[in-house]
């Protein structure tokens, strides 16, 4: 491999333990159930995994409004089966990163209970308290089909609590140095354990300025350092993940000058490549990627298609947004807050061409990619299930009660069934066989990347094609140079592309090869990855 730090060339994948496999019957995943699946995440080709919240908590985000920070929610089992989820993890080469809430809590964490109870408490100062809903007007809501406002009066502590995200999770005060301390300790308990770093959530609110959004402050980012001074001093090679929905020149400072972040996700590139898909014009990505500047030495991009959250729209103007919802999401319940609440297959129709077409060129683009669980097969959603459940239902293993998830009666949501998407049919057992498979192209997609130093953290450079509809780029790293050729649209069209010498096609499983000197045609929807060298 190559010197490279490891979060650079890795590819991520994102697993929400509740709705992978139920080990004990109560119908909620947990972390035995996991463990007994790492072989399968381990044969998709990922390197890392992204565990959510695991945290005790009463669920009203899904774990994102934890109450014990140093815990384990007991549905997913005890601290022992994390860290035998853990080692067993490593023991195949897999790494692992937690989701790091340091934004906010839950409102039955002790401290918050603390606070509201009695003024005089040392926790009182942990939140951010006012006498009137008035203050820090420039913030916007974030959750704003549901929450009215940032500010929630607590009946009693006499006082409104400032909240970015549900009324159910009071931000902490990073006013108060204690609270500092408190998540540097929070940082430490689960780096002492072993685990390889953090997807730190909702980083750019941790602190409010009166006259501004109350979003990427300068005293955010000084803490953030802080964040990062530890990592670097007291657990060298460990790596630390921005969650920051912003536009590319806001993310920098979150890289600061290599001393914040190591990685932030891109959040802006992602609407865009499917807009360009649904388009049929590359203008979109090739105008973000131009917007993106260059970051430190050591630093990466984290890049996704669709995640657990609704596909967010925050970063498009709003004539694209309208766009976005009217082409991805024609009934209203398919919309949540600013985005979309769908799954990867169902958003492309479950056409196969367009489906290879995105996920070929979002695994060869520049960034760190992250796959999320069930997506690699293909899995549909349920609108009609609240908030964001409809995209977090459990994993299809099979065409067995409860779709091989869970022995139990009934599951924490229930499984996908309808007549497209239903476990019945769309599972791994019945993919593990089928060569042309979501699962299968899964894994030969990753491995093909994976194998190509220039795919994993090459340079990147546009080569003209003279159609708004086919994107070329050319990755390189040393000696190893990847084309990437891709037809946006429905029709079949010339690329503009005449190799000097013939070349051979990665993504085809015959190696197919086009010759020197003569322009290559692409079908519709078609993707080319050419090793040129
Ligand atoms: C971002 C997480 O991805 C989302 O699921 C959560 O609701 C908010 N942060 C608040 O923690």
Same mark, same amino acid.
Not at 65 to 73: E, H, K, P, Q, S
Not at 139 to 165: C, K, M
Not at 283 to 302: K, V
Not at 319 to 347: F, V
């Given at each position: 491999?190559?010197?490279?730090?490891?979060?650079?060339?890795?590819?991520?994948?994102?697993?929400?333990?509740? =709705?992978?496999?139920?080990?004990?019957?109560?119908?909620?995943?947990?972390?035995?159930?996991?463990?007994?699946?790492?072989?399968?995440?381990?044969?998709?080709?990922?390197?890392?995994?992204?565990? *959510?919240?695991?945290?005790?908590?009463?669920?009203?985000?899904?774990?994102?409004?934890?109450?014990?920070? /140093?815990?384990?929610?007991?549905?997913?089992?005890?601290? +022992?089966?994390?860290?035998?989820?853990?080692?067993?993890?490593?023991?195949?080469?897999?790494?692992?990163?937690?989701?790091?809430?340091?934004?906010?809590?839950?409102?039955?964490? =002790?401290?918050?209970?603390?606070?509201?109870?009695?003024?005089?408490?040392?926790?009182?100062?942990?939140?951010?308290?006012?006498?009137?809903?008035?203050?820090?007007?420039?913030?916007? !809501?974030?959750?704003?089909?549901? %929450?009215?406002?940032?500010?929630?009066?607590?009946?009693?502590?006499?006082?409104?609590?400032?909240?970015?995200?549900?009324?159910? *999770?009071?931000?902490?005060?990073?006013?108060?140095?204690?609270?500092?301390?408190?998540?540097?300790?929070?940082?430490?308990?689960?780096?002492?354990?072993?685990? +390889?770093?953090?997807?730190?959530?909702?980083?750019?609110?941790?602190?409010?300025?009166?006259? /501004?959004?109350?979003?990427?402050?300068?005293?955010?980012?000084?803490?953030?350092?802080?964040?990062?001074?530890?990592?670097?001093?007291?657990?060298?090679?460990?790596?630390?993940?921005?969650? =920051?929905?912003?536009?590319?020149?806001?993310?920098?400072?979150?890289?600061?000058?290599?001393?914040?972040?190591?990685?932030?996700?891109?959040?802006?590139?992602?609407?865009?490549?499917?807009?360009?898909?649904?388009?049929?014009?590359?203008?979109?990505?090739?105008?973000?990627?131009?917007?993106?500047?260059? !970051?430190?030495?050591?630093?990466?991009?984290?890049?996704?298609?669709?995640?657990?959250?609704?596909?967010?729209?925050?970063?498009?103007?709003?004539?694209?947004?309208?766009?976005?919802?009217? *082409?991805?999401?024609? +009934?209203?319940?398919?919309?949540?807050?600013?985005?979309?609440?769908?799954?990867?297959?169902?958003?492309?129709?479950?056409?196969?061409?367009?489906?290879?077409?995105?996920?070929?060129?979002?695994?060869?683009?520049?960034?760190?990619?992250?796959?999320?669980?069930?997506?690699?097969?293909?899995?549909?959603?349920?609108?009609?299930?609240?908030?964001?459940?409809?995209?977090?239902?459990?994993?299809?293993?099979?065409? =067995?009660?409860?779709?091989?998830?869970?022995?139990?009666?009934?599951?924490? *949501?229930?499984?996908?069934?309808?007549? %497209?998407?239903?476990?019945?049919?769309?599972?791994?057992?019945?993919?593990?066989?089928?060569?042309?498979?979501?699962?299968?192209? /899964?894994?030969?997609?990753?491995?093909?990347?994976?194998?190509?130093?220039?795919?994993?953290?090459? /340079?990147?450079?546009?080569?003209?094609?003279?159609?708004?509809?086919?994107?070329?780029?050319?990755?390189?790293?040393?000696?190893?140079?990847?084309?990437?050729?891709?037809?946006?649209?429905?029709?079949?069209?010339?690329?503009?592309? !005449?190799?000097?010498?013939?070349?051979?096609?990665?993504?085809?499983?015959?190696?197919?090869?086009?010759?020197?000197?003569? %322009?290559?045609?692409?079908?519709?929807?078609?993707?080319?990855?050419?090793?040129?060298?």
């Amino acid at each position: 491999m190559s010197d490279k730090p490891w979060y650079q060339e890795a590819v991520f994948f994102e697993l929400n333990i509740r =709705a992978y496999r139920d080990s004990n019957g109560d119908g909620i995943g947990d972390f035995r159930g996991a463990i007994d699946k790492l072989d399968y995440i381990r044969s998709l080709g990922v390197d890392c995994i992204w565990v *959510q919240p695991m945290y005790p908590s009463p669920l009203k985000d899904d774990g994102y409004d934890v109450a014990d920070y /140093t815990g384990i929610l007991p549905d997913f089992g005890t601290l +022992d089966d994390f860290r035998a989820f853990l080692d067993a993890a490593h023991a195949r080469g897999l790494r692992v990163v937690t989701d790091l809430v340091m934004n906010h809590c839950s409102e039955e964490h =002790a401290w918050f209970q603390a606070a509201r109870q009695d003024r005089h408490s040392p926790y009182r100062d942990y939140f951010v308290w006012s006498d009137t809903p008035e203050k820090y007007s420039g913030a916007r !809501i974030i959750f704003l089909d549901v %929450e009215p406002s940032n500010w929630t009066y607590d009946e009693v502590a006499g006082q409104y609590f400032w909240h970015r995200f549900y009324a159910s *999770q009071p931000d902490l005060n990073y006013e108060n140095p204690a609270v500092h301390e408190e998540m540097l300790n929070v940082l430490r308990f689960w780096l002492d354990m072993g685990i +390889d770093g953090f997807r730190a959530d909702a980083v750019p609110y941790l602190y409010e300025r009166e006259g /501004t959004n109350s979003e990427n402050l300068p005293e955010t980012h000084e803490f953030l350092k802080k964040v990062r001074r530890l990592v670097d001093e007291e657990y060298p090679g460990r790596v630390i993940i921005a969650e =920051a929905n912003q536009w590319p020149e806001d993310l920098l400072p979150y890289f600061g000058d290599g001393d914040e972040f190591h990685v932030c996700f891109h959040f802006p590139i992602m609407p865009r490549l499917f807009m360009a898909l649904k388009s049929g014009d590359k203008t979109p990505i090739i105008d973000i990627l131009a917007r993106t500047p260059p !970051i430190p030495p050591g630093a990466q991009w984290m890049t996704f298609l669709r995640n657990h959250d609704e596909l967010t729209l925050e970063m498009v103007t709003p004539e694209e947004r309208q766009w976005m919802w009217e *082409q991805y999401a024609p +009934d209203p319940r398919m919309r949540l807050n600013m985005g979309i609440r769908r799954r990867l297959t169902p958003l492309l129709d479950n056409d196969k061409r367009r489906w290879l077409a995105l996920n070929a060129l979002f695994l060869s683009l520049p960034g760190t990619p992250i796959l999320y669980y069930g997506d690699e097969i293909g899995m549909g959603e349920n609108i009609w299930l609240d908030d964001r459940h409809g995209v977090r239902t459990p994993m299809q293993w099979s065409a =067995a009660t409860n779709a091989g998830f869970s022995e139990a009666e009934k599951t924490y *949501q229930p499984v996908i069934d309808d007549a %497209e998407y239903s476990y019945r049919h769309l599972n791994v057992a019945a993919q593990e066989t089928d060569a042309n498979s979501y699962l299968n192209w /899964t894994r030969y997609l990753v491995a093909a990347r994976q194998a190509q130093p220039a795919l994993r953290a090459g /340079t990147l450079a546009w080569v003209e094609t003279g159609h708004a509809a086919v994107l070329a780029f050319r990755r390189a790293e040393g000696d190893n140079r990847v084309l990437c050729v891709f037809n946006l649209s429905d029709t079949a069209r010339p690329s503009g592309i !005449i190799p000097a010498t013939t070349q051979t096609d990665l993504l085809s499983r015959d190696k197919r090869s086009f010759p020197a000197g003569e %322009e290559i045609h692409l079908s519709p929807y078609e993707c080319l990855w050419l090793l040129e060298n």
